[in-house]
T-cell receptor
């Protein structure tokens, strides 16, 4: 069965703290995607990870990929309120399989 | 081009009615995708096109759902005899021709929120 497990599903944290969201996927894939979704809005692409050991950073967000472990992480550094959103990981070629999302709330 | 557009943004219909949604992809993108998302869940793949050819269709998609992309540009998704369980956000995405470095990143439209009463 093709599936993606994200954890945690809900995360409430204080501004300035660091945290990591984990994404495990069930089968080999040459691409792993991270998206952000604000309430009532569509999906915004954050990262596309193409190979084992890939690491990408944008501002306070950093994503990495370990294809052998079938694991990707999204690390948040010194969180700020504007990063509050739901974060999804997905894998696949064209037909993407999605996790349930991690709802992140960052309190001032 | 400002991105993927979808029409309508909201649709309320009575059970048993037919509805049709439209998606206009980013103009140079040859791949187009439809997903469905219910509250608190990740998107669920429905179908995708390469140009005008429908290449994949989810087994979860009942016969009441049909999608077309007749000229390889815009696409329509029709739901016949709607049921309350069809209430969801219907998302369209597009992606360009893949190249050596990737090119499969999917760009999403704002979605059409369907409510079946």
């Amino acid at each position: 069965e093709l599936k993606v497990e994200q954890n945690p599903l809900f995360l409430s944290m204080q501004e300035g703290k660091n945290y990591t969201i984990y994404c495990n996927y069930s089968t080999t894939s040459d691409r792993l995607y991270w998206y952000r979704q604000d309430p009532g809005k569509s999906l915004e692409s954050l990262f596309v990870l193409l190979s084992n050991g890939a690491v990408k950073q944008e501002g306070r967000l950093m994503a990495s990929l370990d294809t052998k472990a079938r694991l990707s992480t999204l690390h948040i550094t010194a969180a700020v309120h504007d990063l509050s959103a739901t974060y999804f990981c997905a894998f696949g070629n064209y037909q993407l399989i999605w996790g349930a999302g991690t709802k992140l709330i960052i309190k001032p | 081009d400002t991105g993927v557009s979808q029409d309508p943004r909201h649709k309320i219909t009575k059970r048993g009615q037919n509805v049709t949604f439209r998606c206009d992809p980013i103009s140079e993108h040859n791949r187009l995708y439809w997903y469905r998302q219910t509250l608190g869940q990740g998107p669920e793949f429905l179908t995708y096109f390469q140009n005008e050819a429908q290449l994949e269709k989810s087994r979860l998609l009942s016969d009441r759902f049909s999608a077309e992309r007749p000229k390889g540009s815009f696409s329509t998704l029709e739901i016949q005899r709607t049921e309350q369980g069809d209430s969801a956000m219907y998302l369209c995405a597009s992606s360009p021709q893949p190249g050596l470095a990737g090119g499969r990143e999917q760009y999403f439209g704002p979605g059409t929120r369907l409510t079946v009463t």
